[in-house]
């Protein structure tokens, strides 16, 4: 193997992994891993699954792309069946969380254009994370993934997250069209936003005209036990962006709309190539299908619930470990100093983790976890948090 010539945008661990099954990844070496990642919140169903197998390969076999330029019968019922789950009217199908936000964004300044409003303004939070395209990075709440592409986007009021009073001082601001923010930041560092914040923010939207867009490209698609993370605090978004766990890691984004918001486009207005073919909607049909049938969004909140229970028993009183918090199977150990190099010995340990926002151990794991999976993550994890903390502090 050599990396030589891939651009060196990542950093990766010196290891590949060649298969996987269920919540269990083997490498090029044959060693065995755990997956507490799951792809960065993609592949839910784990790997491997068979009925999600069967079903790529046989759309590949019968017709993986034609455009958006004929209508695409795969992609009418996944518009159809995902509506329904959110309770929204349409949807946008892109490649991407970035071109989600993306598509979300442009919904969000034409919508303001038809109301008169010539410099739109979207309300962003800090420690956001929306993508890397020059939109979503501006929309962005992180100066360390902005710092050297400006001039960045303009057209983003920044407010503190989880802040309603912020929001207030804003209302009375004539140039804002919409909300975008996560229900619970996951790159930022599993921050997560209170019910009744929420509920707030959708009384400020309906009282305004603004657009309430939600961002569950990561906490989508039954990662927190429902469908969508807004939904256990009863609100509805006008926008919501979706990508990640939407494909089971065939690469697909949604952005759906409601009411006013799923009207504002025309023909013309936006579009992409690959967006919503056939084998990418069928292999989207299908994860929602089998997360149905095999009642994973019952078992992602009783796992994620087993996993920070356990941990919390495991690291009782262990000095250096400030907060464990999250929401179903998007769980966050927040220590009390930077602990990236716990993702390597992570790996030597036989599992797969990672961490992100410097201090904040994420596990992301997928949402198929049996019982003795979540005892064996608390096993294997426990221990290497004490061992990183029991030694003395850098300097
Ligand atoms: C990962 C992520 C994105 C970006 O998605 P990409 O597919 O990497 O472009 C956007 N928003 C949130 C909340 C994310 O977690």
Same mark, same amino acid.
């Given at each position: 193997?050599?990396?030589?010539?891939?651009?060196?945008?990542?950093?990766?661990?010196?290891?590949? @992994?060649?298969?996987?099954?269920?919540?269990?990844?083997?490498?090029?070496?044959?060693?065995?891993?755990?997956?507490?990642?799951?792809?960065?919140?993609?592949?839910?169903?784990?790997?491997?699954?068979?009925?999600?197998?069967?079903?790529?390969? &046989?759309?590949?076999?019968?017709?993986?792309?034609?455009?958006?330029?004929?209508?695409?019968?795969?992609?009418?019922?996944?518009?159809?069946?995902?509506?329904?789950?959110?309770?929204?009217?349409?949807?946008?199908?892109?490649?991407?969380?970035?071109?989600?936000?993306?598509?979300?964004?442009?919904?969000?300044?034409?919508?303001?254009?038809?109301? &008169?409003?010539?410099?739109?303004?979207?309300?962003?939070?800090?420690?956001?994370?929306?993508?890397?395209?020059?939109?979503?990075?501006?929309?962005? &709440?992180?100066?360390?993934?902005?710092?050297? @592409?400006?001039?960045?986007?303009?057209?983003?009021?920044?407010?503190?997250?989880?802040?309603?009073?912020?929001?207030?001082?804003?209302?009375?601001?004539?140039?804002?069209?919409?909300?975008?923010? *996560?229900?619970?930041?996951?790159?930022?560092?599993?921050?997560?936003?209170?019910?009744?914040?929420?509920?707030?923010?959708?009384?400020?939207?309906?009282?305004?005209?603004?657009?309430?867009?939600?961002?569950?490209?990561?906490? $989508?698609?039954? !990662?927190?036990?429902?469908? @969508?993370?807004?939904?256990?605090?009863?609100?509805?978004?006008?926008?919501?962006?979706?990508?990640?766990?939407?494909?089971?890691?065939?690469?697909?984004?949604?952005?759906?709309?409601?009411?006013?918001?799923?009207?504002?486009?025309?023909?013309?207005?936006?579009?992409?190539? @690959? $967006? $919503?073919?056939?084998?990418?909607?069928?292999?989207?049909?299908?994860? =929602?299908?089998?997360?149905? %049938?095999?009642?994973?969004?019952?078992?992602?909140?009783?796992? $994620?619930?087993?996993? !920070?229970?356990?941990?919390?028993?495991?690291?009782?009183?262990?000095?250096?470990? %400030?907060?464990?918090?999250?929401?179903?199977?998007?769980?966050?150990? *927040?220590?009390?100093?930077?602990?990236?190099?716990?993702?390597?010995?992570?790996?030597?340990?036989? =599992?797969?983790?990672?961490?992100?926002?410097?201090?904040?151990?994420?596990?992301?794991?997928?949402?198929?976890?049996?019982?003795?999976?979540?005892?064996?993550?608390?096993?294997?994890?426990?221990?290497?948090?004490?061992?990183?903390?029991?030694?003395?502090?850098?300097?």
């Amino acid at each position: 193997m050599s990396a030589s010539h891939v651009m060196k945008t990542y950093a990766p661990q010196p290891i590949a @992994f060649a298969r996987g099954e269920g919540a269990w990844l083997w490498d090029t070496e044959g060693r065995r891993y755990l997956d507490a990642l799951a792809g960065i919140a993609v592949s839910g169903l784990g790997h491997g699954h068979p009925v999600l197998v069967k079903a790529i390969a &046989g759309q590949a076999a019968r017709l993986i792309h034609t455009s958006n330029l004929f209508r695409v019968a795969e992609q009418e019922r996944l518009a159809e069946r995902v509506c329904a789950l959110a309770a929204m009217d349409n949807a946008f199908f892109c490649n991407s969380g970035a071109e989600a936000n993306e598509c979300a964004i442009k919904i969000a300044r034409l919508h303001g254009h038809h109301r &008169g409003i010539e410099n739109p303004a979207i309300i962003v939070m800090e420690k956001a994370w929306h993508g890397r395209t020059l939109a979503t990075l501006s929309a962005t &709440g992180s100066r360390k993934a902005q710092a050297g @592409f400006e001039p960045l986007m303009g057209g983003f009021l920044r407010v503190p997250y989880n802040d309603l009073a912020a929001i207030e001082r804003l209302e009375s601001h004539g140039s804002v069209v919409a909300v975008l923010l *996560e229900v619970l930041q996951g790159e930022g560092g599993i921050h997560v936003a209170d019910a009744q914040y929420l509920r707030s923010l959708r009384e400020i939207c309906d009282r305004r005209g603004w657009l309430l867009m939600i961002d569950e490209v990561q906490s $989508g698609i039954a !990662r927190t036990g429902k469908w @969508f993370a807004h939904q256990w605090s009863g609100i509805v978004p006008d926008v919501m962006a979706l990508a990640k766990g939407l494909g089971s890691g065939v690469p697909i984004g949604a952005c759906l709309a409601r009411g006013v918001a799923a009207q504002v486009f025309k023909p013309g207005n936006h579009g992409t190539t @690959f $967006g $919503g073919g056939p084998l990418v909607s069928v292999a989207a049909l299908t994860t =929602l299908e089998v997360i149905e %049938k095999d009642g994973i969004l019952a078992n992602a909140k009783r796992q $994620g619930d087993l996993i !920070r229970a356990g941990l919390a028993e495991a690291l009782a009183g262990v000095a250096g470990v %400030k907060e464990i918090r999250g929401m179903g199977l998007m769980i966050g150990v *927040e220590l009390d100093r930077p602990c990236g190099e716990i993702v390597a010995r992570a790996l030597e340990a036989g =599992l797969v983790i990672n961490v992100t926002a410097d201090k904040v151990i994420r596990l992301l794991p997928p949402l198929i976890y049996s019982d003795a999976e979540s005892k064996e993550l608390v096993a294997r994890l426990a221990p290497l948090v004490k061992a990183l903390l029991a030694q003395p502090v850098a300097a």
